[in-house]
Antibody
């Protein structure tokens, strides 16, 4: 069964950092692009970042460029999102999803909540 | 950036009725258009990809149509578990991948 499990969310002060992880199982992880999507409380879905299967191609939405870094460790079947210089507007549930690079997103993890507040 | 506009924002129907949800793109996305369902407290779930192909395990009452700029998600006969928020998403011209703002399907 394909499964994605996020971790690493929590409460952080403005300007702080967090690293999210997404552990994948049930498929050949290195063969697929992976994507992070976030959802602010009560709001819609926002694409954040994507990475190719090899890790050689990386993409970000403009609002996180220079602050967030996506990466993957194919030996550990794990996707990461390093988030620095966090702002209140980064508060959201962060989902990882299999897909991206012109492929649909399926499945999605259960999400991890990031709250940026003093 | 391609903007996706979904209508209506809220749709109030009864179980057994037919639901028609619309998604319009600001420019052509060919058929690179997907639909997701999200229930409260849950992650989104893929329903339809490439505008009209049902994802694995999705019931036949869900169907998608359209190409270019105008797309439709149809639920032929609503079941109680279908009341949720539905999002369209394009992956033709990216980054960024963009989502519509969502249509809330509620019980009348």
């Amino acid at each position: 069964e394909l499964q994605l499990l996020e971790s690493g969310g929590g409460l952080v002060q403005p300007g702080g950092s967090l690293r999210l992880s997404c552990a994948a199982s049930g498929f050949t992880f290195s063969n697929y692009a992976m994507t992070w999507v976030r959802q602010a409380p009560g709001k819609g879905l926002e694409w954040v970042s994507a990475i190719s299967g090899s890790g050689g191609h990386i993409y970000y939405t403009d609002s996180v460029k220079g602050r967030f870094t996506i990466s993957r460790d194919n030996s550990k079947n794990t996707l990461y999102l390093q988030m620095n210089s966090l702002r209140a507007e980064d508060t959201a549930v962060y989902y990882c999803a299999k897909g991206g690079e012109y492929k649909w997103l399926d499945p999605w993890g259960q999400g991890t909540l990031v709250t940026v507040s003093s | 950036e391609i903007v996706l506009t979904q209508s209506p924002a809220t749709l109030s129907l009864s179980p057994g009725e037919r639901a028609t949800l619309s998604c319009r793109a600001s420019q052509s996305v060919s058929n690179y258009l997907d639909w997701y369902q999200q229930k409260p407290g849950q992650a989104p779930r893929l329903l339809i990809y490439d505008a009209s192909t049902r994802a694995t395990g999705i019931p036949a009452r869900f169907s998608g149509s359209g190409s270019g700029t105008d797309f439709t998600l149809t639920i032929s006969s609503l079941e109680p578990e279908d009341f949720a928020v539905y999002y369209c998403q394009q992956r033709f011209n990216w980054p960024p991948i963009t989502f519509g703002q969502g249509t809330r399907l509620e019980i009348k």
